[in-house]
């Protein structure tokens, strides 16, 4: 294989040079005409002014003057790599989807990314890190947009834009700011177990290649028979998990602002593939309400719930153009094939809608037909037209349904059947326990763990000047371990005092 990769490379390198040498390929302006002159601009004689008709000028500074698409709203830095995904286990009994037959290998491309910080942002921030995956499978393609920690900080849609808005850059100065964003979660209880794990190491992972990946949601499996299952997916990588300290991203930082793509590049080009196995969590329908939380809640994970892999992922290939493939990339939770649907789960449904709709504007209506997103079945259906659509649409009918129409809806793909009480509603769910898996996770650290913690928190905290916001803060996190909120009010010079008489009114 990879003497045949070297031949082809060594005929390409071979016809470069014999086309140098003789004259090399002629450069051309985007409408294939063959440009004169690429270093001098055609001005009036010797002394006078530049003229519009250099249509060569024209057209390199437009191009440029356009280079830039907009950046993702969120996740905006990361870095990609293809690779293949082997499925291990037989699952037909919980769903139909072909991408998990025991033995079919799936080309797949991964996009990591962090969250919050722009494009270019160093990559040593804390942060949660993104881990999304798009399998190209023989019914279309599926993503599965998860996330390194396995919760998420709320559990509706409607609260993204906020929240996000707090995290980010104030709209005055420019710099992000923990009064902000602390203001914003003293409003949201639920936040407590994410905000314990993004605090911890864990929110500055040492490489990509070194974390794990979560779906979070519960997604919907469903099997030949219609019968549904709960599942959560975890990509556990082969590599460890490692993390760094405050200290040692601090160190890194002010060496190399790169580290993670360098890494993942790096060991893909030296043949060190990663490799990640995938896991699910099932649960049946009637098993959700017995739950004391609500298992469809992302900000909870499912303890005591047995992990089965099913899987195995190497990414084994980088891409040639970061533009083309990484930043147009257009990963989507909507993005779906028969078999896999999504739960109830209020902030997967807003996600639903959202993804797509943010890359109609940030790739282009026709997004989902360039070589990155297209699947590789074939698409067909009437949807058309739309700006920079290369398609090759040919025939009058382009309605169904129509006596001449050759497409067909397929029975077999129809979505699943919920059964459905009650009135519409606009309400918090019924279990919110917000605060014990932050708990559970607080003492599951080791005590250096616990204290790099409590000292990450701190820093952010500590900044926090409304008393008010700080201590509500404080109370949530003595809610979910007294030895926690009490460490944390003394590091950010606090009253565990008063932090416990509040939490003494929080209820789980
Ligand atoms: C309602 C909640 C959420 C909304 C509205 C939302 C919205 C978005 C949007 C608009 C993007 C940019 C997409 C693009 O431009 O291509 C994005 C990216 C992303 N989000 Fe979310 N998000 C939500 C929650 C989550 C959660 C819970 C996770 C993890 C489970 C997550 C993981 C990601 C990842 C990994 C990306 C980057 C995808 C890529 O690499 O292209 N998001 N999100």
Redesign the pocket.
């Known amino acids: 294989m990879s003497r045949i990769r070297s031949l082809r490379f060594s005929l390409v390198a071979l016809a470069a040079l014999t086309a140098f040498q003789a004259g090399a390929a002629t450069l051309t302006r985007d409408n294939g005409a063959p440009v004169g002159d690429n270093q001098n601009s055609q001005t009036a004689g010797p002394n006078g002014p530049v003229l519009l008709q250099d249509v060569q000028l024209l057209q390199k500074l437009q191009r440029f003057d356009r280079e830039r698409i907009p950046e993702?709203?969120?996740?905006a830095r990361?870095t990609g790599a293809y690779g293949v995904f082997v499925a291990s286990k037989d699952i037909s009994d919980l769903t139909r989807a072909k991408v998990f037959t025991p033995g079919e290998e799936t080309p797949v491309f991964v996009?990591f990314?962090s969250v919050i910080h722009g494009n270019h942002s160093p990559e040593t921030l804390r942060d949660p890190r993104?881990?999304?995956t798009k399998f190209y499978t023989r019914e279309g393609n599926w993503d599965l947009?998860?996330?390194n920690l396995p919760v998420?900080f709320i559990r509706d849609?409607i609260k993204?834009p906020d929240m996000v808005h707090s995290l980010k850059p104030a709209p005055d100065t420019n710099i992000q700011d923990p009064n902000r964003f602390f203001d914003f979660f003293s409003h949201q209880p639920e936040a407590t177990h994410m905000l314990t794990r993004v605090y911890s190491d864990y929110g500055t992972p040492t490489s990509y290649r070194e974390m794990d990946g979560n779906?979070?949601?519960a997604y919907k499996f469903v099997n030949a028979k219609g019968e549904i299952h709960y599942v959560k997916f975890h990509w556990k990588s082969l590599q460890g998990q490692k993390t760094l300290t405050a200290a040692q991203a601090e160190a890194v930082q002010g060496k190399d602002f790169n580290h993670m793509t360098k890494d993942l590049i790096g060991a893909i080009n030296k043949g060190d593939y990663p490799k990640w196995d995938l896991y699910i969590q099932v649960l049946k329908p009637e098993q959700l309400a017995k739950f004391d939380f609500d298992p469809l809640d992302?900000t909870k994970i499912w303890p005591d719930v047995p992990e089965v892999k099913i899987g195995t992922m190497t990414l084994n290939k980088n891409p040639s153009n970061v533009f083309l493939e990484t930043e147009q990339?257009?990963?989507a939770p909507s993005n779906l094939v028969p078999g896999i649907e999504p739960s109830e789960d209020r902030?997967l449904q807003?996600?639903i809608f959202?993804?797509a709709d943010?890359?109609f504007h940030?790739v282009g209506t026709n997004g989902l037909q360039l070589p990155i997103n297209r699947p590789r079945t074939s698409v067909v259906n009437y949807n058309q037209d739309g700006s920079m659509n290369p398609g090759a649409k040919q025939g009058n009918v382009n309605y169904e349904p129509s006596e001449r129409a050759d497409l067909a809806a397929d029975a077999a793909a129809k979505y699943s059947r919920l059964p459905l009480s009650g009135t519409t509603q606009q309400q918090r769910i019924a279990r919110t326990q917000n605060f014990k898996q932050a708990g559970d996770f607080y003492r599951s650290l080791s005590a250096q763990e616990q204290a790099n913690l409590v000292s990450n928190l701190a820093g952010d905290l500590g900044q926090v000047k409304d008393d008010g916001v700080k201590y509500t803060m404080l109370s949530y996190f003595y809610k979910a371990d007294a030895n926690y909120g009490r460490a944390l009010a003394q590091a950010v010079k606090a009253d565990p005092a008063r932090a416990q008489a509040l939490a003494a009114k929080l209820q789980d």
């Open positions: 993702r709203v969120v996740h990361g996009r990314s993104g881990f999304g947009v998860g996330n998420f849609a993204f779906s979070v949601h992302a990339a257009a990963l902030l807003g996600r959202s993804y943010t890359q940030r």
